[in-house]
């Protein structure tokens, strides 16, 4: 093994591996290695940032070389496996069985942590391998649909779906994060004997590590370098009021009108799908939508803003369909014929990694919808939701391979609307979006966990989603009220609405969607194509499931809003340094170890304990309080900390403890 010292680098050679290990942020590490000639000179989800320390680089011959940046250290062994520490701690190890140290076991069998297979050119796959530790608790990841809080002992697909948000963005028990910085399709294991990250295929090993004294310290770390989000809008706080789907121009003001009626108030409503001819027009079909810049004039003056769906995908028989694939805009088969999804008509997808191709969207919607006063975007089927069994072996982007780069759409899908927004003087710019990857926050991203079921199990799944994907650096998060998919005749669907809407009262998004079935109205056109062409849902109105539904939603809609100078001061953190708005029990309370296993409970900023009603005919639940003081909003009775009580749930009631300072 040969070190060099590069200043805030070391650099290593063994035989034809090459081996950084920079100082990067603020008690940070990256490390990059390859079996390549040089490395690529993509940060991927990294900005550059200097480190706050200064940084120490020791290199004793023919033993080690250790590089320090504030709390962190690296030693590279001489025999090219790599150790970390905090503050002395080790707390991450390469898994290597070629060696012989003292006190540890003598190994006869060739397996290294870094294992490159060759395939085409300059590209591998491989796996990069860490030792297990016992009691490590790992959690963040983005957001994957299953009731796991520790993924310790998980499988993870690296890869976008719907419902499914691959940010590979940790945060450990044991005092660091780690970020797998490689944007393309593979998997991790935390298993029991060792970690593993694989790829199916890239240039190199990519990733960055920090170490610090908290969880909350350590997403400061992350955020610092991956970005944080701007300052929320806070005429966007409220109630944001969809369905699938306000088919007319006359629906949306009709709506808006009712919600002004009864002085219920509404701070954003959406637009759904197919309020265009085809797909990839980026406008409305006007037989429906006749003038929409005085529908959107009437809407702010009863304040509210007015959202459209805008999908990445365009129809062969779209306007702007033959110019896309003329200039080389779309994304491409890697074998055979241009890629085709058959939903609503024969698509394909615009090629978001391709600088000319978003400019080439932002254009069109600002001339479609910007321009006539809509400023806020529904990023749907940003995964991009990829034909048949998502074989990403048979696309290929502007930027490369779809299994290199695949899982970064989604970041680039909607930098190109932040991005057109702020350049034609948008301040208040957010974007609901239903995938996301690492850094996906500083574009004004407002991410939501996709299409998922009516079911008290797929909201327990939701709770434990939206506190993964806190803690993988996107504080705006959100899930449809209810599910999307829901049967209003289902016997526990109002109950479940209910629950759903009180969780989401204590949220960073508070908004009405689904489709919600049995399907009883026509669609108006025989056409396959327009705005008459699809279908609509049953009414998804706060009014729209009886008195008694409606006497509770609309009481925690004025919690909601008489908390919105709270809630602006929850979000302000998040950009001011990567806080989540909802946190996870530990992120507030690191030193008590019980908040480390309670996952059916979460603080709503730093003052606020929320526990969800997650079960069908609960009406009360164990609730843990920590150190402190707290006060049931609900009654105003105060308790003390460091104990488990039983709040009383009854179905107009999710239990909510202030912190007493």
């Known amino acids: 093994m040969f070190f060099s010292d590069k200043g805030n680098t070391i650099f290593c050679r063994n035989g034809n591996e090459i081996l950084e290990i920079t100082a990067w942020g603020k008690n940070a590490l990256r490390v990059r290695a390859t079996t390549n000639p040089s490395f690529t000179d993509n940060n991927k ?46 707390i991450l190890k390469e898994y290597t069985r070629v060696f012989k140290e003292a006190n540890d076991h003598a190994y006869c069998m060739p397996v290294y942590g870094r294992h490159y297979k060759a395939q085409d050119g300059f590209n591998y796959s491989l796996t990069q391998k860490f030792e297990a530790v016992e009691g490590e608790k790992i959690f963040g990841m983005g957001q994957y649909q299953q009731n796991n809080f520790d993924l310790k002992g998980c499988v993870l697909e690296l890869a976008q779906r719907n419902a499914q948000i691959t940010i590979p963005f940790y945060v450990s028990n044991l005092g660091y994060g780690f970020l ?6 593979g998997e991790v294991i935390f298993g029991a004997n060792y970690t593993q990250w694989s790829a199916e295929s890239t240039q190199e090993i990519d990733y960055w590590i920090t170490a610090d004294d908290t969880p909350k310290a350590i997403i400061e770390n992350y955020t610092e370098v991956t970005g944080r989000a701007p300052e929320y809008p806070e005429d966007t706080l409220g109630l944001w009021q969809s369905k699938l789907r306000y088919r007319t121009q006359d629906e949306v003001l009709s709506v808006a009108r009712e919600y002004k009626k009864r002085g219920l108030p509404l701070d954003v409503i959406i637009i759904d799908y197919f309020h265009w001819i085809r797909q990839g027009d980026w406008d409305f079909d006007y037989e429906y939508w006749p003038d929409p810049v005085a529908m959107v004039k009437e809407l702010k003056e009863m304040g509210v803003r007015c959202m459209v769906s805008v999908w990445p995908t365009v129809d062969q028989q779209s306007i702007n369909y033959r110019e896309l694939r003329d200039r080389g805009l779309l994304i491409r088969a890697e074998h055979g014929d241009q890629l085709i999804k058959h939903f609503l008509g024969k698509t394909t997808f615009y090629d978001a990694t391709n600088p000319e191709a978003r400019t080439f969207l932002w254009d069109t919607v600002k001339k479609n919808y910007f321009d006539k006063g809509i400023d806020l975007f529904w990023l749907d089927a940003c995964e991009p939701e990829l034909p048949g069994t998502y074989d990403y072996s048979e696309y290929r982007y502007y930027a490369g391979t779809a299994l290199q780069t695949n899982n970064i759409y989604p970041m680039l899908h909607v930098k190109g609307i932040y991005e057109g927004q702020k350049a034609a003087g948008e301040k208040g710019a957010v974007s609901l979006i239903r995938s996301a990857w690492a850094g996906s926050q500083k574009y004004g991203a407002l991410v939501w966990s996709g299409d998922v079921k009516s079911t008290f199990t797929s909201f327990y799944d939701q709770v434990v989603a939206g506190l993964h994907i806190g803690l993988s650096g996107i504080p705006w998060w959100s899930s449809d009220i209810g599910g999307f998919y829901g049967d209003v005749n289902w016997p526990h669907f109002k109950e ?6 009180q969780f989401s009262t204590f949220s960073p998004n508070l908004r009405m969607h689904g489709f919600r079935t049995p399907v009883i109205t026509p669609s108006l056109s025989d056409k396959d194509h327009g705005g008459g062409f699809c279908e609509t849902g049953q009414d998804n109105e706060l009014w729209s499931y009886g008195e008694e539904v409606y006497e509770i939603l609309k009481k925690y809609l004025f919690i909601r809003v008489e908390m919105k100078d709270y809630i602006k001061s929850v979000m302000d953190e998040a950009s001011e340094n990567g806080s989540p708005v909802i946190r996870t029990m530990f992120y507030e309370f690191p030193d008590d170890e019980n908040c480390w296993e309670w996952n059916e409970q979460y603080m709503f900023g730093s003052d606020y304990l929320v526990a969800p009603v997650l ?33 009383p749930a009854p179905i107009d009631i999710i239990p909510v403890f202030k912190k007493i300072k």
């Open 615 to 647: 079960y069908e005919g609960m009406t009360e639940r164990q609730v843990y309080l920590p150190e402190g003081k707290w006060q049931n909003i609900h009654t105003d009775e105060i308790f003390d900390g460091k104990q488990t009580i039983t709040a």
């Open 45 to 90: 989800a990294l900005d550059f940032c200097e480190p706050h320390d200064k940084v120490k680089i020791e290199i004793a011959e023919n033993d080690y070389a250790d590089i320090t940046n504030g709390k962190i250290r690296c030693r590279v062994h001489m025999r090219g496996y790599l150790t970390f520490y905090n503050n002395g701690k080790q």
């Open 180 to 185: 797998w910085n490689h944007p393309g399709i």
């Open 496 to 501: 479940l609405l209910i629950r759903w809407f």
